[in-house]
């Protein structure tokens, strides 16, 4: 089941910096997933062996266009989006009362990767079509690593 206590996906902090540009920092962490850079062909494949914090701000070139981090030690997924010149972070830590299903993707120009893994995030939600009766609703997809 879900935690009612806080909301499932936040926000990573953002501050403003004297130049107005926005920055945000993801913590030094294990992490497995990858960055993909807007001047690279392939991405930048982490493996959970070397800590690392990253701080993203908007504007910069060049930039990542897109990242999915798996945290094991603290089972936290991360994703980042950069659009139209600013990065959309979302974070989401899973919890053992969560309701979670696994599903894998095949990987796009991952060498040496079979699948990504993710879990998709449900919560109950009363339907008014279903007599007000509580469903399932997918709330996330959440990536949580390779399988290699």
Request: include cysteine.
């Amino acid at each position: 089941m879900a935690s009612s206590q806080e909301p499932s996906i936040k926000k990573e902090h953002r501050t403003n910096n004297k130049a107005n540009v926005m920055t945000q920092d993801i913590k030094e962490a294990r992490y497995e997933g990858y960055l993909w850079h807007s001047d690279q062909s392939t991405p930048e494949m982490l493996m959970g062996q070397t800590p690392k914090a990253i701080t993203l701000k908007d504007g910069e070139n060049p930039f990542i266009t897109e990242g999915l981090l798996w945290n094991e030690e603290n089972k936290e997924s991360i994703s980042i989006r950069y659009v139209d010149g600013h990065y959309f972070v979302s974070s989401h830590k899973i919890s053992p009362d969560q309701v979670i299903t696994p599903v894998n993707y095949l990987p796009h120009r991952l060498p040496g990767i079979k699948s990504l893994k993710f879990m998709r995030l449900w919560e109950k939600e009363q339907d008014p079509l279903c007599e007000g009766m509580d469903t399932l609703q997918l709330k996330a997809n959440l990536f949580v690593g390779f399988e290699k």
